[in-house]
């Protein structure tokens, strides 16, 4: 039987990580399990979960780490025979920690985009809020200006992608995941990777994910073999 393969990616926001995984999954088999994703399907269905994730983004204020791993930890729980990649989990020490209680992670991958390339992506960014589909004007459009290519409904823009509100997200982010970042690094599984285009970076991530799932399933191959 092959080893499970646990993978999570990280970067601030417009590092490109959505993109990457989904090449990912389609390229390794890996499950996509994006933390917004379920934020936003448990306030759509009104989930007990839910129903307290909306009362804190309602008032923009960041969701509790409790609520965050309560909300994830039974879901991994029920992939338990599956290799899967995180998205946007765990994104902080005490997620990462409760994580750890769980799950040893194969691999961790960190993006470094420099401040101008994100400051131009995310001023190119629009979102369909109901599914958190994301498109951006330079690279990735809608194919009707302003609309969702799927329900045809408006995009929007946050207020969080102007200029002035990035720094300070930016600010956030490198505050917390620094502490996550030395945690995996001291595990000796973190790969950072470093450029302003997602093309770019994509072949070194794609050749670093295949010799690990390579030597991975030699060595699951070598323990079984009698």
């Given at each position: 039987m092959a080893k499970?393969?646990?993978a999570a990616i990280m970067g601030p926001p417009g590092s490109g990580k959505g993109t990457i995984s989904k090449r990912i999954a389609?390229?390794?088999g890996l499950l996509y399990l994006s933390c917004g994703h379920y934020l936003?399907?448990?306030?759509v269905a009104k989930t007990e979960a839910g129903v307290l994730v909306k009362s804190y983004v309602e008032r923009s204020m960041l969701v509790p780490d409790?609520?965050?791993?309560?909300?994830?930890?039974?879901?991994?729980?029920?992939?338990?025979?599956?290799?899967?990649?995180?998205?946007?989990?765990?994104?902080?020490?005490?997620?990462?920690?409760?994580?750890n209680n769980l799950y040893q992670l194969d691999l961790v991958i960190s993006l470094n985009?420099?401040?101008?390339?994100?400051r131009e992506r995310l001023s190119d960014r629009w979102v369909h809020p109901g599914s958190g589909r994301v498109y951006n004007m330079g690279f990735n459009p809608p194919q009707v200006q302003g609309k969702d290519d799927v329900?045809?409904?408006?995009?929007?823009?946050?207020?969080?992608d102007?200029?002035?509100?990035?720094?300070?997200?930016?600010?956030?982010?490198?505050?917390?995941?620094?502490?996550?970042?030395d945690l995996y690094k001291s595990q000796g599984i973190l790969h950072s990777f470093s450029g302003t285009e997602t093309d770019r970076i994509?072949?070194?991530?794609?050749?670093?994910?295949?010799?690990?799932m390579h030597t991975q399933a030699s060595d699951a191959c070598q323990t079984h073999t009698p």
């Open positions: 499970l393969f646990r389609q390229s390794f936003r399907e448990s306030i409790q609520v965050i791993t309560s909300m994830m930890l039974p879901r991994l729980e029920q992939l338990s025979g599956q290799s899967w990649l995180l998205d946007g989990f765990p994104r902080t020490l005490p997620q990462a920690t409760a994580l985009i420099p401040y101008e390339s994100l329900t045809g409904e408006p995009l929007i823009q946050h207020d969080d102007k200029p002035e509100a990035l720094m300070a997200r930016l600010r956030h982010y490198k505050d917390v995941a620094k502490p996550v970042i994509w072949p070194y991530i794609n050749s670093l994910l295949s010799t690990k």
